[in-house]
């Protein structure tokens, strides 16, 4: 039965003439790739065919594989940012220790910074108000941001490396008090006399 479907394919290659018939995979096509079938509709084996070979969509019985689903990507997740904390402690005039409302405002800050998260960062901007030369108001909020990193330093546990100061002097007021003089502008110009301090914290 096989030589007869084989006697039959090569009949009819050569009644063709111009079409090419080409033995692929074991069984018998076309140039365009077309496999040949019976009348039947089975497919055309060569004389070399062999059941490996059955990897033609629709013949002997060979369907198309499904391609697996790939597999979900699951992203990474985002950790949560965690907003700063901060806060505010004010000196007396032309002063840069540390008075009690200082320092139960700098513990509150730390407890609060250490209940939200980790301590990463510790910022600390001296400031003062307009009263003196530029310079010396420069010195001055240095030292009132120096007083604030002693204290973090040697009562909150928070190590020297973790803090950067610095001191802006009168050039960031809150507080302008504009025409005011005397013992009422000093009372004014009292919120300028601070210190800014800032945890950053993951």
């Known amino acids: 039965m096989k030589l007869g479907v084989f006697r039959l394919a090569v009949l009819m290659t050569s009644m063709l003439g111009v079409a ?6 074991g069984y018998w096509d076309d140039k365009a790739a077309d496999v040949w079938r019976s009348g039947s509709g089975e497919c055309l084996h060569t004389g070399f065919w062999k059941s490996e070979m059955a990897t033609v969509v629709g013949c002997d019985g060979y369907v198309e594989p499904v391609a697996a689903e790939p597999a979900p990507v699951v992203a990474a997740p985002v950790p949560m940012a965690i907003a700063p904390a901060a806060a505010t402690v004010n000196f007396a005039f032309d002063r840069s220790d540390l008075d009690a409302n200082a320092t139960a405002a700098i513990d ?9 998260g980790n301590i990463k960062a510790v ?3 001296g400031h003062t108000d307009r009263v003196g030369t530029e310079e010396y108001n420069v010195g001055l909020s240095l030292r009132r941001a120096g007083a604030v990193n002693d204290y973090l330093v040697q009562n909150a546990g928070i190590g020297a490396q973790m803090i950067e100061m610095s001191g802006k002097g009168e050039s960031e007021p809150l507080a302008t008090c504009e025409g005011m003089r005397g013992a009422a502008a000093l009372e004014c ?3 300028n006399r601070r ?8």
Not at 20 to 25: K, N, S, Y
Not at 108 to 116: G, I, N, P, Q
Not at 195 to 202: K, Q, T, Y
């Open 123 to 125: 910022r600390v901007t």
């Open 189 to 191: 110009l009292a919120p």
């Open 20 to 25: 090419q018939v080409f033995a692929a995979d």
């Open 195 to 202: 210190a800014e301090i800032v945890f950053d914290l993951f």
């Open 108 to 116: 509150s800050l730390v407890s609060e910074a250490k209940s939200k």
